[in-house]
């Protein structure tokens, strides 16, 4: 989600230490736990009315089937598939045969 290292977590743990001091650590990881499960819970309750103003047969939608960028992928990938299933192999030219030329075309 954040593609961040091990080395990173121990420099923000560090800076952390050093800005907020030991004594205050453990309260503001609290705080920051407790903010982080409120708005889980508040993602999970607008997803569920989402749901329930759709109608039932939306009743298995996911949040991320409406990202763009997933839809447009996802087309693509459809198109390319059905693009492979229509391919139709060209039968290949015989020892010393020439390619089919075109003189309109150049």
Known sequence: MFDI???????????AIVVFGPD??????????????????????ARDELRDELGPEYADLELRDLDPRAIVRRHIIEAMEDEDERHVTEPALAEGQLPPYDVDAT
């Not at 290292?5 to 800076?15: P, T, W, Y």
């Not at 205050?24 to 309750?45: G, N, S, T, Y």
Request: proline share 3%.
């Open 5 to 15: 290292g091990l080395l990173e977590v121990v420099v923000i743990a560090l800076v």
């Open 24 to 45: 205050r650590l453990p309260d503001l990881a609290k705080q920051a736990a407790f903010m982080l499960r409120k708005a889980r819970k508040m993602a999970h309750a």
